[in-house]
């Protein structure tokens, strides 16, 4: 990491598992702001740069986080996998594939990043439960579906019926992805944990 | 797949969903150019004050920044608005809420444009912000703005506005703001066209609407304003006024840049508007047997600083006040107010889910004092088709009002929670805290309908192109061009199935929505798939006609054939046969010479205005739902947790039923958000809590699986028998979970969302305030 312009500062990136320069740029830009602004990674989503709605889900080492909560400059030496680097095959593409085949996707903002996440959630506990799955992607707003078809999508990801016949294999199971989910932890390190919420904002 | 399951009535899957889930799909604000300008907005702290000094000058010097507009320098109409142009471009001399916008930066990054807004300097001198909408619709209140503080009053009076049965109940309810909350906030690139025009993408429900207030505000004929669909994160509403659209153009222009300007979450709360909060006294009387004799209503909507669609929204709240039953005598008053509030306007039920919640609880008492069950008493009094309306309109067919209700109560319950149940299934979730001994169960119904399209005696027509030819292969392929905004709702998907099956091809390709074709009016109002969705079908049943006739030319058959080929012509099979000769030709044998092309418009039946008594033939159609919902509360800590959620609804013919399916779901879980943990908060008119940290959104944990029975009923005058779907779940949804934590708790609940202190509190504070204009029994 080097800083040619007082205040600025050049350093690479690992996206995808391609190295990327960034130069010239502010400390305090998050990763988010890094990717889409700066190496026009647009598939990583920007909807509340808090933390709390997961459009920005990404891997960072193998761990989920939101790329808006991260500095970029911390994930210099860090690999960084956003839902492109996940692959064109494989579990992540029976995920992709399994959210359009059950009506996950409407709007679809929330997508790329739900599909990050879902991916992880099933290399690290192919086998979680409908309350597992539920807690584990409340980090990640959806706010058209309801939800509904999200879970169906998962689940049938785990019954091997992801996408539709011919459109796309059965997804392995069982198997870890590969890319490095980190078995044993909660995958949750920078995320904003909205799991079990049931109160109401603003009533001190 | 098969072509049957892409055609109407399967469930084809979205054509957009791929680059969706690849991330690929752009959306407005994944669009940029090489060399665009970064636009940011500078937004009044103040609900109310005077802008006494305005400098933008030492902004302008900050390198990078390429210009600053404010409102001197609107070229064209000062205001705009959706039904009424009463919201200035810019605040120029007085701000009217807290976050209206007073300038625009266009710079070469967002961090300089930032910048430059901190160094625009604005004296204000804030003046008291009127914050109460009955203070505002009172006498002695300020007038907010020239207009006045009162965007619309309605008094309906229907039959005996005095008679009244021998039981009575009576109450107050309160619905705090909800807001869309779409995911992807606002966004547009706007470009500067050598013509001297403008050229926009932008995320929008309605393109020809914007249009007409950019080209107004620009001082430019609508030709020269264009503007193409970019990628939508969604809308329920919040997309439906112009928020940066004309600011955008004003930079772009004033720069000869192309300009890309965002909002950011804040922003986005602080921009759009949100569903009104409302005030409702309520008093039903009924015979002793459970027949409602009578309903009154007032009903007081905050429309906030701007009319944008409050006049609208005031109708339907009043028309829908009473609800989807039989009532012979009805005195239902509305009133819309101007306050120094944000704006609100167009949500996912526009009104009805304000009244939902009154009449619900209503009847809901109603059958407590009679001593019958909340099912009964509404299937007694469900409304029929032929049944008359509270606005005198006769209710066509069909509307399954007491079905739905009849088959929500017939669903299997939820199991009990018992101290085995997975820790995540209490209220409270994972947080482990609640007491299973302390939990108490509760279940609740409601019962709605909503109008389908525009009302009101407006024409909201949509017009389509469609186009057949042979593709590059030598096979026949349609184009379809229509200027309705895919949000996220499907229409992509539902156009693609009606030209499949009328055109009988399987290549479909939708060309993005633009103002090159005329207007398909708002992706709102659940119309777009009967208003839209008809015009495509009349477009490509147009094509059809085209491509016979040409084929009976070329058969040299009589010219009384050629003006009507479908006598003596069919197509079966992807062919065209002539029904006496036995001709059989291919569509790529007829295309052979050329393309063939057709545009239709497609309009709805005509509906009327209000009267002075509220009397008329307002609205379209209407479709109904019923929702069950069951909870569990946490009595110590006042958590719900939502265990169950049971649907049926009015559908009409099913186009896609998993877009259906999606769209139900979806409409449940804003209806559940509205009734436990959405609000948008105002402290003397200022937001407190427009982030995604302190705006709580239902996530996967808080929503449950929907049980869900859909009615399938054809509607006689729309496309195929279909009903519009989005909003009626909606309407429904927030009185159910209110219905059931009240029978949870056993405590009288009267405002939405329910909070925590509501459930443990027991000194509950009176409701603020008395019911709008004066005494509720008076007159």
């Known amino acids: 990491m080097s800083g040619d312009v007082p205040g600025r500062l050049s350093y690479h990136l690992s996206i995808d598992g391609t190295q990327r320069a960034v130069t010239g740029a502010r400390l305090e830009e998050s990763l988010l702001t890094v990717l889409r602004e700066r190496l026009d990674v647009t598939s990583v989503k920007d909807a509340c740069e808090q933390g709390r709605c997961g459009a920005c889900s990404v891997l960072l080492d193998g761990r989920l986080v939101t790329a808006c909560t991260i500095l970029a400059a911390d994930a210099a030496d860090a690999r960084v996998v956003t839902v492109a680097g996940l692959g064109p095959g494989g579990p992540a593409a029976a995920v992709r594939a399994a959210f359009v085949a059950h009506g996950a996707v409407q709007c679809g903002f929330c997508t790329p990043g739900l599909v990050v996440a879902v991916t992880d959630l099933l290399a690290r506990r192919p086998g979680a439960d409908e309350e597992e799955i539920r807690e584990t992607l409340a980090g990640n707003i959806c706010r058209c579906t309801g939800y509904g078809r999200i879970l169906e999508a998962v689940r049938a990801v785990q019954a091997g019926r992801g996408g539709l016949a011919g459109r796309s294999g059965p997804a392995r199971r069982g198997g870890r992805t590969g890319l490095g989910g980190a078995a044993g932890q909660d995958g949750e390190a920078g995320r904003g944990d909205q799991a079990g919420r049931g109160d109401s904002p603003g009533w001190a | 797949m098969t072509g049957r399951a892409r055609g109407v009535g399967g469930s084809a899957p979205r054509p957009d969903g791929p680059a969706k889930a690849d991330g690929t799909f752009a959306y407005a604000g ?104 009955e203070v505002a619709a009172g006498l002695g209140a300020p007038p907010l703005h020239p207009d006045g503080n009162v965007f619309r009053e309605i008094t309906l009076r229907h039959g005996d506005p005095d008679a009244a049965g021998p039981v009575v109940v009576e109450d107050s309810y309160l619905v705090g703001m909800q807001d869309q909350a779409f995911l992807a906030p606002e966004a547009a690139l706007v470009v500067p066209a050598a013509d001297g025009g403008v050229d926009l993408r932008l995320a929008t429900q309605w393109l020809h609407s914007d249009r007409e207030q950019i080209a107004a505000c620009l001082g430019l004929p609508e030709e020269l304003v264009r503007l193409e669909l970019a990628g939508v994160g969604g809308a329920f509403g919040g997309r439906e006024d112009v928020t940066l659209q004309v600011h955008g153009a004003l930079l772009a222009r004033a720069t000869g840049t192309p300009v890309r300007i965002a909002y950011d979450r804040v922003e986005s709360f602080l921009g759009h508007p949100h569903r009104h909060p409302a005030r409702m006294w309520f008093r039903h009387t009924a015979t002793a047997a459970g027949d409602l004799v009578s309903v009154h209503a007032r009903i007081i909507m905050d429309g906030g600083a701007y009319a944008s669609s409050s006049p609208a929204v005031i109708a339907n709240a009043v028309t829908h006040a009473a609800g989807p039953y039989r009532v012979p005598n009805a005195r239902l008053d509305g009133l819309v107010v101007r306050t120094n509030n944000p704006p609100c306007g167009a949500m996912r039920g526009f009104g009805v889910p304000q009244v939902t919640i009154g009449h619900e609880a209503q009847m809901d008492r109603l059958a407590d004092r009679l001593g019958i069950g909340p099912v009964e008493l509404r299937v007694r009094n469900a409304l029929r088709p032929g049944d008359v309306l509270p606005t005198g309109q006769v209710l066509g067919p069909p509307l399954p009002a007491r079905e739905a209700i009849e088959a929500v109560a017939a669903r299997p319950l939820p199991a009990a929670l018992t101290a085995a149940s997975p820790v995540t299934a209490r209220p409270g979730g994972r947080g482990a805290h609640a007491d299973v001994a302390r939990v108490r169960r509760g279940v609740g119904y409601a019962l709605a309908y909503k109008n389908l399209l525009f009302s009101e005696g407006f024409d909201d027509s949509s017009t389509a192109r469609a186009r057949l030819e042979l593709d590059a292969g030598g096979r026949p392929a349609a184009t379809i061009h229509s200027a309705c905004a895919e949000v996220g709702q499907g229409f992509v998907t539902v156009a693609g199935q009606i030209a499949r099956t009328e055109l009988g091809v399987d290549e479909v390709v939708l060309l993005p929505a633009d103002t090159g074709v005329g207007s398909a009016g708002s992706t709102s109002a659940s119309r777009q798939t009967w208003m839209s969705g008809g015009a495509v079908r009349g477009a490509c049943v147009a094509v059809i006609d085209r491509l016979l006739a040409r084929v009976a030319r070329r058969l040299g058959l009589p010219p009384e054939v050629v003006e009507a080929p479908r006598r003596a012509l069919v197509i079966a099979g992807g062919e065209i046969v002539g029904a006496e000769t036995g001709t059989r030709l291919t569509l790529a044998e007829a295309l052979a010479e050329g393309p063939v092309e057709a545009e239709h418009t497609f309009h709805h039946r005509r509906t009327t205005a209000l009267d002075v008594a509220g009397q008329g033939d307002p609205h379209v159609a209407f479709a109904a739902a019923a929702h069950r919902a069951v909870v569990d509360v946490d009595l110590d800590l006042g958590l719900v947790h939502v265990v169950s959620m049971a649907l049926a609804q ?130």
């Open chain 2, 30 to 133: 994944d669009l940029s150019i090489p060399g665009m300008l970064h636009a940011r907005t500078l937004r009044s702290p103040h609900p109310r004050a005077r802008i006494r000094r305005l400098d933008t000058a030492a902004a302008r010097r900050i390198p990078g920044v390429a210009a600053v507009v404010t409102a001197v320098d609107v070229p064209g109409v000062a205001t705009y608005g959706l039904i009424v142009a009463d919201q200035p471009v810019f605040a120029a001399t007085e701000t009217r809420y807290a976050g209206e916008p007073v300038a625009v930066v266009a710079a070469v990054d967002a961090p300089t444009a930032r910048r430059a807004l901190a160094a625009v300097e604005v004296e204000y001198e804030p003046l008291p912000p009127v914050v109460d909408p």
């Open chain 2, 650 to 779: 009015d559908c009409g013919t099913v186009l896609n039923p998993l877009s259906l399916r999606g769209q139900v779901e979806g409409g449940t879980a804003q209806g559940l958000g509205l009734a436990v943990m959405e609000e948008l908060v105002t402290v003397d008119g200022v937001v407190t809590n427009p982030t995604l940290h302190d705006y709580l959104l239902p996530t996967a944990a808080d929503v449950p699986m929907l049980d869900f029975v859909a009615l399938t009923y054809p509607q006689p005058d729309a496309p195929y028998g279909v009903k519009g779907v989005g909003e009626t779940p909606t309407c429904t949804a927030t009185a159910a979970v209110l219905a059931a934590v009240r029978a949870a708790v056993g405590r009288d609940l009267r405002r939405v969302p329910v909070r925590p202190v509501d459930l443990v509190d027991l000194a509950v504070p009176p409701l603020g305030g008395a019911p709008p204009g004066g005494s509720p029994t008076g007159e």
